[in-house]
């Protein structure tokens, strides 16, 4: 069975940082691409980062040069790092597997909830 489960959301003051992780069980890490969305309140979700199986990455323009992506095969893990966070980056952060190119993942983690004070 797959399984997505994200942890280290929380309270940040804007131009703090965060670091996000996302654990898989089941056969749906090795060889798929990985991602995180995220959902503003009264907003549609948006993709915010995704890595290959190759380890490359890609950021929506948002997020670019502040957050970073990273996988750990091993763990079959990743970890989104974000720094110089901003009040808009608030908003529940989705863990995703088996993406194609910036959407449609197979599946969803629950979700961790992110708030940037401003």
């Known amino acids: 069975q797959v399984q997505l489960v994200e942890s280290g959301g929380g309270l940040v003051q804007a131009g703090g940082s965060l670091r996000l992780s996302c654990t898989t069980s089941?056969?749906?890490?090795?060889?798929?691409?990985m991602g995180w969305f995220r959902q503003a309140p009264r907003k549609q979700r948006e993709y915010v980062a995704q890595?290959?199986?190759?380890?490359?990455?890609d950021y929506a323009d948002s997020v670019k040069g502040r957050f970073t992506l990273s996988r750990d095969n091993a763990q079959k893990s990743v970890y989104l790092q974000m720094n110089s966070l901003k009040p808009e980056d608030t908003g529940v952060y989705y863990c995703?597997?088996?993406?194609?190119?910036?959407?449609?993942?197979?599946?969803w983690g629950q979700g961790t909830q992110v708030t940037v004070s401003s």
């Open positions: 089941g056969s749906i890490f090795s060889g798929n691409a």
């Open positions: 890595v290959t199986s190759g380890g490359n990455t």
């Open positions: 995703a597997a088996r993406l194609l190119y910036r959407s449609d993942p197979s599946y």
